[in-house]
């Protein structure tokens, strides 16, 4: 417990010195486990205030990106000049013009860097973009987009969509199987790592 606080208030040393004391003495395989970890945590916490660095963090513009009421997760697609984002703005598609308000649903947007900086996002439209919201999107090397649906009518659900994607274009978006998605609970914001996984 001692080693234990001597982490929590940041003084690694002396904490790893005792954690290593115990774990030589220690016969309770559980309590090594735990021994081991927090040893772990311990030159994961030296090895990280060890590079410090600057960091400058700006909001992005409002015409582009802040534009609307909600703006989230970002993804890079295939470059670091073309942006995938969230937004529920003016626009936005819309089952029924006359009771829905594209100011609170959200869709998938995406923009480019060109020379002249960030150009006016593209609604991803229809079939992507629905009259529910549609959030959180990746799109893999091979061209087919993951992203999280959800309606105003059931908030406790939402889930993850797939859509391929040919020359630009979309074909119907389609629910994963209950192996991603089960009823009744939140499956949500997917990722695709660089080997495709």
């Known amino acids: 417990n001692y080693a234990m606080s001597l982490l929590q208030v940041k ?15 220690e016969k309770n395989d559980s309590l090594k486990k735990l021994v081991q970890k927090s040893i772990s945590s311990c030159y994961f916490a030296l090895d990280s205030n060890s590079h410090k660095k600057l960091i ?4 992005m513009d409002t015409t582009i990106f802040n534009a609307g009421t909600s703006n989230f997760a970002p993804m890079y697609w295939n470059s670091s000049t073309k942006l995938l984002f969230t937004s529920a703005r003016k626009g936005g598609v819309l089952l029924n013009p006359e009771k ?3 100011r609170y649903l959200c869709d ?36 087919i987009m993951f992203f999280t ?42 990722y695709v790592s660089f080997d495709g996984t």
């Open 11 to 25: 003084n690694y040393n002396t904490s790893m010195f005792l954690l290593e004391i115990l774990l030589e003495s």
């Open 100 to 102: 829905q308000d594209s």
């Open 149 to 190: 649906r959800w309606s105003d009518a059931n908030r406790n659900e939402s889930f993850i969509y797939m859509a391929k994607m040919k020359d630009g274009l979309f074909y119907e978006a389609y629910k994963l199987s209950e192996t991603v998605n089960k009823p009744g609970y939140k499956a949500m914001q997917p």
């Open 56 to 59: 400058n963090v700006k909001k």
């Open 108 to 143: 998938l947007y995406y923009t480019e860097l060109k020379d002249t900086g960030w150009m006016k996002p593209v609604n991803f439209g229809r079939p992507v973009n629905t009259g529910l919201h549609e959030a959180s999107s990746v799109i893999s090397s091979d061209e």
